[in-house]
């Protein structure tokens, strides 16, 4: 039997991650979805300018009417863990270019990203 903590560290080694650095000048150069993947209350509270919102919880349900399969898309949670889980199953679904921001949000605040909201 798995632990969440042994889906996670799984999910890390089948996916790429950046980190929030990287986004930021990701961000700044444009031509790439950023994907918010954490909850309505998290989202309230500001969000990287310009990101698609879609609740890790729905994603599976509303990602393909919301991104084109061919988007490059940079998914962010909280810290970075349930991105790389979101992540996995972005490819699973046949999306080839998706990364997950490693320190997620938290991280992105860390390296003064912009911020919405």
Known sequence: MRSGSDLIADAKTRITEVSAA?????????GHVFL???EPNEWNLGRIPGAVFIPRGTLET??????PRDAKVVIYYAGGNRSALA??????????S?????????DWVGVDGPVEG
Do not use: L, P
Request: hydrophobic residues 50%; positive net charge.
């Open 22 to 30: 990287s986004a930021k000048g990701t961000h700044a150069a444009g």
């Open 62 to 67: 509303k990602v393909e009417a919301m991104i």
């Open 87 to 96: 992540a996995v199953t972005m490819q699973e679904m046949g999306y080839a």
């Open 36 to 38: 918010d993947v954490r």
């Open 98 to 106: 998706v990364v997950s921001m490693a320190g997620g949000w938290r």
